[in-house]
Nanobody, 121 residues
């Protein structure tokens, strides 16, 4: 099966930075769009950033200028560089990918298990 595994979360002070990674594996043929979402306690999951297979990016207004999404197609990995973090960024961050694999016909979407980001002094 296709798996997306996030890493890089943790505790950081306000104003600090973190870099999240999400590696996809499992007989992958190609990956179309990849995204980062987040979900804070008591809130709905929200889209943070998107990157297409061609490298085009799009960001939620609340992270523009602070976060940067990138990908390494050779490694089937997407990254999220997070700068100028504030307590409001505290959430579980999930990656999502639209993946073509040997396991299924066409492109299907997959989620990672999430990584906790806590911004606190």
């Amino acid at each position: 099966q296709v798996q997306l595994v996030e890493s890089g979360g943790g505790l950081v002070q306000p104003g600090g930075s973190l870099r999240l990674s999400c590696a996809a594996s499992g007989r992958i043929l190609s990956i179309n769009a990849m995204r980062w979402y987040r979900q804070a306690p008591g809130k709905q999951r929200e889209l943070v950033a998107t990157i297409t297979s061609g490298g085009s990016t799009n960001y939620a207004e609340f992270v523009k200028g602070r976060f940067a999404i990138s990908r390494d197609n050779a490694k089937n990995t997407v990254y999220l560089q997070m700068n100028s973090l504030s307590p409001e960024d505290t959430a579980v961050y999930y990656c999502w990918g639209l993946v073509s694999s040997s396991w299924a016909v066409g492109y299907n979407d997959y989620w990672g298990q999430g990584t906790q980001v806590t911004v606190s002094s």
